[in-house]
Every structure is written in C-alpha cells, then in structure tokens.
Nanobody, 124 residues
Framework: QVQLVESGGGSVQVGGSLRLSCAVS???????LAWFRQPPGKESQGVAL????????HYADSVKGRFTISRDSGKNTVFLQMDSLKPEDTAMYYC??????????????????WGRGTQVTVSS
C-alpha cells in the first residue's frame, strides 16, 4: 500500500524559497509521483511530475524555471524545491503517486494515492 506524507510547508515572503518533501512508503510500487496544489477557493492544479524510473520531469507553465521536482530513491522521498515564490503560489500542496504508467499532470482525478497536504503561504 502506497502511503505519502508531506512536510516542509510554511510561510515565506515574496521571492523566498521553500523545499517540500514527500516520504513514500512502497516507493518501488510507484511509477510516477507528482505535486499538486489547491489554492483557496480554487480547483486542484498539477504542479510538477517525476517518473520514478528514469527521473524525467514535467512542469506546469506557471512554475517552470522556479520549481524543481527531484527524487532520492535511497530515501524513498520526492522533493519540490520552490524558488522565487509569488503570492499566487499560496495553496495547500499535495503529493500524489500512481502505480500505472498513465500519469496525467492535468487530471488530479486520475491519481490513485495522495498525502494529506502541507500549507504554503507566500506574503508580500
């Protein structure tokens, strides 16, 4: 059973950085892992995706060049490094995983496993 636990959220000023971590149990049962976020009053948005096997990544246009997703297979952990943060990055951030190879960043409902989330607040 894949279980995901996020950490690393917090409050930061505009232009600051945060690194989110996602500890993954049954890590080698996953095919892909991703970060999603849900701003207050808005729908969930895909942020970044990484394939466990080859490490290839994909990003939402809104975070390209500012966020970096990575994995540490030795620690069964996925990270999201967030730099140059903006107020519009404020959201609850969730880690998600799939065991299948179908990993649509644009469709949260297609992801099987979810963490409980960690809050990120960016203030000006």
């Amino acid at each position: 059973q894949v279980q995901l636990v996020e950490s690393g959220g917090g409050s930061v000023q505009v232009g600051g950085s945060l690194r989110l971590s996602c500890a993954v149990s049954a890590y080698y049962s996953t095919s892909c892992l991703a970060w999603f976020r849900q701003p207050p009053g808005k729908e969930s948005q895909g942020v970044a995706l990484i394939y466990r096997g080859d490490g290839s990544t994909h990003y939402a246009d809104s975070v390209k060049g500012r966020f970096t997703i990575s994995r540490d297979s030795g620690k069964n952990t996925v990270f999201l490094q967030m730099d140059s943060l903006k107020p519009e990055d404020t959201a609850m951030y969730y880690c998600a995983a799939n065991s299948r190879t179908y990993c649509p960043l644009g469709t949260p409902t297609r992801w099987s496993y979810w963490g409980r989330g960690t809050q990120v607040t960016v203030s000006s």
